[in-house]
């Protein structure tokens, strides 16, 4: 089944790789979508693919990249709208 995930990560998640890392490991799950840093320090994901990738991406997103400092993760989760092709980081 295949849905979409609209994660926002909170804490100590930017200047650490996390939008690095959330590609790389999106990428190996065969997800679609993007991560980009917010305005305010959080770090956004938004992400399309089957329910069992994306859960692995969130489990992941909750504890980030080795110097990070996950505090908390909000998700919302929607149908896809099959928007993307690949995995990006935007700036």
Known sequence: MSQRMH???????QGVSFRAYTQQVAASLGVR???RNLANG???IVAEGETQQLERLLAWARRGPPAAEV?????ERSEP????RDFAIRY
Do not use: C, L, P, S
């Open 33 to 35: 979508g993007y991560v």
């Open 42 to 44: 959080d770090v956004e």
């Open 81 to 84: 709208t099959n928007a993307f």
């Open 7 to 13: 994660i926002r990560v909170r804490g100590r998640v």
């Open 71 to 75: 505090e908390e993760v909000q998700v």
